[in-house]
T-cell receptor, first 110, second 114 residues
């Protein structure tokens, strides 16, 4: 079993839709959870960073962590074509290397 | 230049060639990383350097040889690679080694081994 599972997609949605991206994980010691966005031909850039359980909002983006279910989500409201990218979840215990998901490719059509 | 830069952006090499990838960070960070990104696979951490000292080698084959002459520069020397080594090689840096610190990534070098 992989430590982090993430559906590779692609996920295709129309502009303005609410997007839900998800990851599940197996290591209950994970405490820090990140979402990275990677545009084509670019390196990943940190989008959201959450510690432990709960929600965090930043503009159109909301990160949600449910440690009891070992499940994290990234919601994008009012999605735009410029949101088309690959979204990578990443997590760690705080003392070890980051463990990444495979990434979900998102396509937002005008 | 700002952030993390990588050169070259694209590289095609034969299995007998020797080449080097270069990474430079302009952020004043102390830790630098090499990752390999292959299609439909998670990012694979290859090497970690902290204050120029290698702190992690994630069971990487010896045909990949890293070098960190100072905290701002990181190289990945390549020799006798295999076609399965074709991938996007990403460099990243962070302020400190503790991995809760945000890692900033470069744009990557797209490598094709023929």
């Amino acid at each position: 079993q992989k430590e982090v599972e993430q559906d590779p997609g692609p996920l295709s949605v129309p502009e303005g839709a609410i997007v839900s991206l998800n990851c599940t994980y197996s290591n209950s010691a994970f405490q820090y959870f990140m979402w990275y966005r990677q545009y084509s031909r670019k390196g990943p850039e940190l989008l959201m960073y959450t510690y432990s359980s709960g929600n965090k909002e930043d503009g159109r983006f909301t990160a949600q962590v449910d440690k009891s279910s070992k499940y994290i989500s990234l919601f994008i409201r009012d999605s735009q074509p410029s949101d088309s990218a690959t979204y990578l979840c990443a997590m760690n215990t705080g003392f070890q290397k980051l463990v990444f998901g495979t990434g979900t490719r998102l396509l937002v059509s005008p | 230049e700002t952030g993390v830069t990588q050169t070259p952006r694209h590289l095609v090499m034969g299995m007998t060639n020797k080449k080097s990838l270069k990474c430079e960070q302009h952020l004043g960070h102390n830790a630098m990383y090499w990752y390999k990104q292959s299609a439909k696979k998670p990012l694979e951490l290859m090497f970690v350097y902290n204050f120029k000292e290698q702190t992690e080698n994630n069971s990487v084959p010896s045909r990949f040889s890293p070098e960190c002459p100072n905290s701002s520069h990181l190289f990945l020397h390549l020799h006798t690679l295999q076609p399965e080594d074709s991938a996007l090689y990403l460099c990243a840096s962070s302020q400190e080694l503790t991995s809760v610190e945000t890692q900033y990534f470069g744009p990557g070098t797209r490598l094709l081994v023929l």
